[in-house]
T-cell receptor, first 113, second 120 residues
Framework: AQKITQTQPGMFVQEKEAVTLDCTYD???????LFWYKQPSSGEMIFLIY??????QNATEGRYSLNFQKARKSANLVISASQLGDSAMYFC??????????FGSGTRLLVRP | GAVVSQHPSWVICKSGTSVKIECRSL??????MFWYRQFPKQSLMLMAT?????????EQGVEKDKFLINHASLTLSTLTVTSAHPEDSSFYIC????????????????FGEGSRLTVL
């Protein structure tokens, strides 16, 4: 069975600094996808970045990059130049072969001015 | 593109009543929609997969007779919480796959705004 683990319930970062949110996963599938979503207090789920299991390059989307280490089964999110608006819950998720999305427990990020 | 709209955004009901939540794909057809539940300060838990024109597939531990899912058209799925009780109070959020763009390959889901249910 697939499993996503986020070991950081909460993180602080100073504005304009970079922060790494950890995510490890477990799956027996050869083909899978990894996602990061942001959930502000309003509750909406905002897609940030995607990494396919066969992608050799780490994904990047603006200030977001995904540090994909397949052998270690980790998919950490790096946010560069943090902004106050980045304060939110962040969820790592994995798509399984049936295209279901399974979420980790989340990390609450607070950006300090 | 790929907008999913959910209604109502919040609802308060009395214990024992039923509540219907609608999930619409506004600019694309969604043959598959997913319903999640999120308790406060917790993660999203998949409840069921809704397939257009067929029965929903429920995750283990989710009561299919309590959480009725209907996916009667390619743009609308509904979740009805029957005989709601206070323990059903939660944030319910739907999502859909858009199958015609490059995003279909990744399996990215587009989420509705969510519906916050409070059962008194």
């Amino acid at each position: 069975a697939q499993k996503i683990t986020q070991t950081q319930p909460g993180m602080f970062v100073q504005e304009k600094e970079a922060v790494t949110l950890d995510c490890t996963y477990d799956t027996s599938d050869q083909s899978y996808g990894l996602f990061w979503y942001k959930q502000p207090s309003s509750g909406e789920m905002i897609f940030l970045i995607y990494q396919g299991s066969y992608d050799e390059q780490n994904a990047t989307e603006g200030r977001y990059s995904l540090n994909f280490q397949k052998a270690r089964k980790s998919a950490n999110l790096v946010i560069s130049a943090s902004q106050l608006g980045d304060s939110a819950m962040y969820f790592c998720a994995m798509r399984d072969s049936s295209y279901k999305l399974i979420f980790g427990s989340g990390t609450r990020l607070l950006v300090r001015p | 593109g790929a907008v999913v709209s959910q209604h109502p955004s919040w609802v308060i009901c009395k214990s024992g009543t039923s509540v219907k939540i609608e999930c619409r794909s506004l600019d694309f057809q969604a043959t598959t929609m997913f319903w999640y539940r999120q308790f406060p300060k917790q993660s999203l838990m998949l409840m069921a997969t809704s397939n257009e024109g067929s029965k929903a597939t429920y995750e283990q531990g989710v009561e299919k007779d309590k959480f009725l899912i209907n996916h009667a058209s390619l743009t609308l799925s509904t979740l009805t919480v029957t005989s709601a009780h206070p323990e059903d109070s939660s944030f319910y959020i739907c999502s859909a796959r858009e199958l015609t763009s490059g995003r279909a390959v990744t399996g990215e889901l587009f989420f509705g705004e969510g519906s916050r249910l409070t059962v008194l």
